[in-house]
């Protein structure tokens, strides 16, 4: 029976978002037995796992799982707020910042409106703003094509822009707007538009490298900062993210926010991490570490890489998506990109050592790139 004329008519012209490949997924597609042998780079999880704290949270708690959580979140809006010095009021907790990202979209975007972002950010603000029949206006990276071009951006706002993203680190290209950009562009921003800055891998970054945007809440900016537990915490399977904004903005994010929206388990282990600050400092060094792996081998072999600030980079290898089926046979799940209108380029994401080392050995037999021997 059909169903498809039932629905609003502008749905079915809405692109589907292509995750990260699981890696049970390529197993069976090919037929390998040993999951465990297969480097999933692909999704820019944490390599390191979980932090401990949050899986003894977990474990402590999963006797309760017969019970709703506390829908507001109390316990874990009040650790943030003495985290983050802020008013526990600016919080809105979200099941992973993706769905903070729906909730930005259906209070501020309609039909007739618009949002700005990058032409090489994160996808999902495109699909967000389509669902809500409202239009995007993606705007060129600099010229690098790698880095939001602030000025730019500032141009592109029109009077029916409501919402600009800011994703910073960005995903998938991984590089940093400077602070003083940033400044730059809050000075001058319009007053009918709402800045969304996308931290995702802000803990990432060395503290002192970190831009203090929380600064514009605090001075009750139209701001809204999106921050995960996904990524320095290792909790991706969980679903947990959050939003800080001015006590205003943050009451009507929680007029669209569904009941229960994040679980028991993930609002305890959320609490337990935000206290494993030497897990954060782990997975920063495994990053750091990683990345110059990444970024000397590929130089040595004469890949051209973008150098990125998260966990993850983009590699150039041709034919992006060719490069990424034929990864999956050497055990290596990668991320192509020309759905960022990338198709010369793959995302890796940083694993352990040695996942990086199959990585890197599968990546050279795939190009048949020669290895230089010494120093590159």
């Given at each position: 029976m059909k169903t498809d004329y039932l629905a609003n008519p502008w749905i079915k012209s809405l692109s589907v978002y292509e995750p990260g490949k699981p890696i049970e997924e390529v197993a069976r597609e090919l037929g390998f037995d040993d999951i465990e042998s297969i480097a999933k780079l692909a999704s820019n999880e944490n390599a390191l796992g979980p932090s401990p704290k949050a899986v003894k949270a977990m474990v402590a708690c999963a006797a309760q799982m017969h019970r709703y959580p506390d829908g507001g979140g109390y316990y874990l809006r009040q650790a943030l707020a003495r985290k983050l010095n802020t008013d526990m009021n600016s919080l809105v907790l979200g099941s992973g910042s993706n769905e903070l990202i729906e909730m930005i979209a259906h209070v501020f975007l309609r039909k007739g409106?618009?949002?700005?972002?990058?032409?090489?950010?994160?996808?999902?603000?495109?699909?967000?703003?389509?669902?809500?029949?409202?239009?995007?206006?993606?705007?060129?990276?600099?010229?690098?094509?790698?880095?939001?071009?602030?000025?730019?951006?500032?141009?592109?706002?029109?009077?029916?822009?409501?919402?600009?993203?800011?994703?910073?680190?960005?995903?998938?290209?991984?590089?940093?707007?400077?602070?003083?950009?940033?400044?730059?562009?809050?000075?001058?921003?319009?007053?009918?538009?709402?800045?969304?800055?996308?931290?995702?891998?802000?803990?990432?970054?060395?503290?002192d490298r970190q831009p203090d945007t929380?600064?514009?809440v605090r001075e009750g900016r139209k701001v809204i900062l999106l921050r995960t537990f996904s990524k320095a915490y290792g909790l991706a399977g969980l679903r947990i993210g959050y939003a800080v904004a001015a006590p205003v903005c943050a009451d009507l994010l929680h007029r669209v926010r569904q009941p229960f929206n994040v679980n028991a388990m993930a609002q305890a282990a959320a609490i337990a991490a935000l206290d494993d600050d030497a897990f954060v400092v782990r997975t920063r060094r495994m990053v750091r570490n990683g990345l110059a792996y990444f970024e000397k081998e590929c130089r040595r072999a004469g890949l051209e890489t973008v150098p990125s600030a998260a966990n993850f980079f983009l590699v150039k290898v041709g034919q992006g998506r060719e490069v990424f089926k034929a990864l999956q046979l050497e055990k290596v799940i990668v991320r192509p990109m020309d759905g960022y209108g990338l198709p010369d380029y793959?995302?890796?994401?940083?694993?352990?050592?040695?996942?990086?080392?199959?990585?890197?050995?599968?990546?050279?037999?795939?190009?048949?790139?020669?290895?230089r021997k010494g120093r590159p």
């Open positions: 409106l618009n949002l700005v972002m990058a032409d090489r950010a994160f996808v999902v603000y495109r699909l967000v703003a389509a669902a809500e029949e409202a239009s995007t206006i993606a705007v060129p990276m600099m010229k690098d094509g790698f880095t939001h071009d602030l000025g730019a951006m500032l141009k592109a706002i029109t009077p029916r822009t409501r919402v600009v993203f800011i994703a910073n680190p960005n995903n998938p290209t991984g590089t940093v707007v400077e602070p003083r950009a940033i400044d730059a562009f809050m000075d001058k921003v319009p007053d009918h538009v709402v800045t969304v800055f996308d931290e995702a891998y802000i803990e990432l970054m060395a503290p929380l600064r514009y793959v995302r890796v994401t940083v694993g352990t050592a040695s996942e990086n080392a199959h990585c890197m050995k599968a990546l050279l037999k795939v190009l048949g790139c020669p290895v």
